[in-house]
């Protein structure tokens, strides 16, 4: 099924706002939708879009599955309490975690979150709620890499002929799904979202588990964690389109004390790129790049090494996995 893209120059994002929330409105009718927000500029956009269609009856969530940022479930719901959209947060860690376990290979990752998320936690939620519909931040550039085979997006049913009122036992509405990240950002703002949400470097929908190469357990996981924030602190004045840290599998060889370490390995990725498709590495100086090596080798826990990554999209893909 092809979706006709809506470029930035003719995104009317007033125009665009009213027909979707509309559209939002009658397809859902007299029902409840739901909807996850991840704190991402696509689900806030569409949470907010949600809202403005539906009130009271978008009953919004926040998944938390132990993958995401520090302290972001919190963040979050207090965010969107200062814009009159109350969250309710899902403590769903076990579930992903089990999921996830055993599980090294990309594609087989990022299956078993969205099985753990559309079928298990939402499928729970959606017959808690009576709700017939999920409302969700699909957007162009989720299609275009999912048809592609480049990697799958766990967000992404209908162009792949999985039909989700079947799989899961609802109906997905994808408001989105002819933007680009350029465009959701300007449908943000005209949403009345703050900047820091409208201007929010993208995360991936597999959250940390799309970082951490190998299996994903809770540990490996904290240990992106750690590395992430630190990656965001000290690249957010760059301008970059986006940043993050990478967990390798391998242990490489290293010396703490004058003695030899087989620890870890953190790639560092930052991006200059508009709309995702395709990106260039940021010219980040050394002297900022051997100051992030240094503080990520002191702060997180047994990593001995940290390169850059310095190759283009495309071959590269901006996330690792």
Request: with cysteine; net charge positive.
């Amino acid at each position: 099924m092809a979706v006709k893209e809506i470029v930035l120059k003719d995104l009317d994002v007033t125009k665009f706002i009213e027909e979707k929330a509309k559209e939002v409105a009658g397809l859902v009718g007299d029902g409840v939708a739901i909807n996850a927000l991840s704190g991402g500029v696509d689900s806030s956009a569409v949470t907010m879009l949600g809202h403005k269609a539906l009130g009271k009856r978008l009953k919004t969530y926040f998944i938390d599955n132990g993958i995401m940022r520090a302290g972001e479930p919190q963040r979050i719901k207090a965010l969107f309490k200062g814009l009159g959209v109350d969250i309710e947060i899902i403590d769903a860690q076990d579930e992903f975690f089990n999921a996830l376990k055993g599980i090294t290979d990309p594609e087989e990752k990022r299956e078993a979150i969205t099985q753990a998320f559309y079928k298990d936690v939402f499928g729970r939620l959606v017959r808690k709620s009576g709700a017939k519909h999920l409302l969700q931040g699909t957007i162009l550039t989720d299609v275009d890499e999912t048809i592609a085979g480049i990697k799958r997006q766990h967000n992404v049913f209908e162009q792949l002929g999985i039909d989700p009122q079947k799989a899961f036992g609802y109906k997905i509405i994808e408001p989105l799904i002819q933007l680009r990240k350029d465009g959701v950002r300007k449908v943000a703002a005209g949403l009345g979202l703050p900047e820091s949400a409208y201007k929010r470097i993208p995360f991936p929908g597999p959250a940390l588990a799309a970082r951490v190469i190998g299996e994903a357990t809770k540990e490996r996981v904290e240990i992106a964690r750690k590395a992430n924030a630190i990656v965001e602190e000290d690249l957010s004045h760059t301008g970059a389109f986006q940043y993050m840290a990478i967990l390798h599998q391998d242990r490489v060889t290293g010396m703490r004390d004058g003695k030899r370490d087989f620890g870890l390995q953190i790639e560092v990725r930052c991006w200059d790129s508009i709309d995702a498709r395709k990106a260039t590495p940021t010219k980040v100086p050394y002297e900022t790049l051997s100051k992030l090596a240094d503080r990520i080798v002191a702060e997180v826990p047994g990593v001995v090494s940290v390169t850059y990554n310095i190759t283009k999209k495309p071959p590269s893909t901006i996330e690792a996995i």
